[in-house]
């Protein structure tokens, strides 16, 4: 069956520490794979996303993101996190005719 | 500009009543989508649609109905056979199935009550 797993339900970081995001989906076919966000109070919105060439994408606010086709991973980094980063983090997969998410990750960071 | 509006923003609704919640999109979009979204579940899907007239069950059908008389609509009724129906619900809708990312409303909370 497809699915997507996150790693984490809560991170708690202090504002310019290096974040990483873990995630892995479950699917047999070609994917499009994307993070979305969720900051408090507002609705979800593309983060980045991967469709084919350069396994390393960048998105937008400094997120990157890097697909690993062997480990089936999509995994989000910043290099150094603010405050305004607090927010939900999906991971997704497009599979077949409809897009998969992932339970999500609750990131609070701490001024 | 273009965009998904869902309406309305808060519903209360009484055990036992139906209640149709509004996704309208003005992008041209071929496809919409219904997810709901609980707390520590992620999005689920609901029913997907890829042409007008025609939908999908998605993983947690069960308790809902819905229509696509126009390409621009995608409303969803949550009917009293809905089990556990207070939650967030998000209309999506994207270009090929998709495969290009989603666009989504500002979503719905019903309150069942």
């Known amino acids: 069956a497809q699915s997507v797993s996150q790693h984490n339900h809560h991170v708690i970081l202090s504002e310019a520490a290096s974040l990483e995001l873990g995630c892995n989906y479950s699917?047999?076919?070609?994917?499009?794979l994307f993070w979305y966000v969720q900051y408090p109070g507002q609705h979800l919105q593309l983060l980045l996303k991967?469709?084919?060439?350069?396994?390393l994408v960048k998105g937008i606010k400094g997120f990157e993101a890097e697909f690993i086709k062997s480990k089936f991973s999509f995994n989000l980094r910043k290099p150094s996190v603010q405050w305004s980063d607090t927010a939900e983090y999906f991971c997704a997969v497009n599979a077949g005719d409809k897009i998969i998410f992932g339970k999500g990750t609750r990131l609070h960071i701490l001024p | 500009d273009g965009g998904i509006t869902q309406s309305p923003k808060y519903l209360f609704r009484k055990e036992g009543q139906n209640v149709t919640l509004s996704c309208e999109q003005n992008l041209n979009h071929d496809a919409m989508y219904w997810y709901r979204q609980d707390p520590g579940q992620g999005l689920r899907l609901i029913y997907y649609s890829q042409i007008v007239n025609d939908f999908q069950k998605g993983d947690i059908a069960e308790g809902y109905s819905v229509s696509r008389e126009k390409k621009e609509s995608f409303p969803l009724t949550v009917t009293s056979a809905q089990k556990n129906p207070t939650a967030f619900y998000l209309c999506a809708s994207s270009y090929s199935a998709g495969h290009y990312g989603y666009t989504f409303g500002s979503g719905t909370r019903l309150t069942v009550v």
């Open positions: 991967y469709f084919s060439g350069d396994p």
């Open positions: 699917y047999g076919g070609t994917v499009n």
